[in-house]
């Protein structure tokens, strides 16, 4: 099935695989997942067959023969595995402009390249915690979820990127609530999903064992949830975190929300790693991004494995054709 309009693929720091994973996941699409590339023709592959466009309603034909270029001539040349910060103000327009194509109904939906924060810090002040927290500034919107996604799991942390010992304090009843209702717009809007089925873990080993790892699900993660069913929600939990992840049972929720990083990924890493997507809920646009970073250590080698883009890219057209 092809999108009626393509996505727009944000090119991420240059100096990493970004540009070769883009030229590979061309190669693998083609037509049936057209997109197009936004950044600096010359940071691409030198065997990439490139056909540079005036505006994305070009790249559907384009894409059979090429991969679509919406060119942004940027500062720099990037050299593979040293990002330049010369090229930061590069990186934050493709971003940019693909958010305005997106949000204008010219692109379908957005999938970013991954970025090198330190280099945009260097070289253009970026003042945001993270590629999402960027995009949702963009949006004007105060409150994102990460979701990470493959044919098999979906799961969402409720906490991210902080350290263990401050999950307890971060974990409030607010943020919970918050993500779980996040989570079931996002599910019922981009995926599709009717009545959604969440399963929610518990915070302690073994959800707590009533009280004897922990108190918070008996104080009040418990009574939360049975709050949220009774306006409307398709939860269950708190459940040990050690018996959410079998098939058995993955097959009775269609997403999993869990308490703190690791919680939620590990699970999804052992069981889909090349091929996880990273999904933004909460954003006024779809947006997927593959599930790894700029690997400045093999940038250049032409040995990046382009999956988990290309997964991104699909899910992306997918979820547009749902919406």
Known sequence: M??????ALSCGEPSGIGPEIAAKAWGT??????????????????????????????????SATALPVLPLKFAAAATAGQPDPLNAAGVIRAIELAVDLVRSGAASGLCTGPIHKKALIDGAGFKYPGHTEFLAALAGVERVVMMLASSQLRVVPATIHIALADVPTALTPDLLRETLSITRRGLESQFGIINPRIAVAGLNPHAGEGGAMGDEELTWITALLRDMEADGFNLSGPHPADTMFHAQARARYDAAVCMYHDQALIPIKTLDFDRGVNVTLGLPFIRTSPDHGTAFDIAGTGVANPSSLIEALKMAQTMAAGT
Request: glycine content about 4%; charged content about 15%.
């Open 29 to 62: 699409l083609r037509e049936s997942v057209p997109f197009f590339w936004i950044g600096d023709p010359a940071h691409l592959p030198a065997a990439t067959p490139v056909q540079t466009i005036g505006s994305p309603d070009e790249a559907i034909a384009a």
């Open 2 to 7: 092809t999108a009626q309009r393509p996505i």
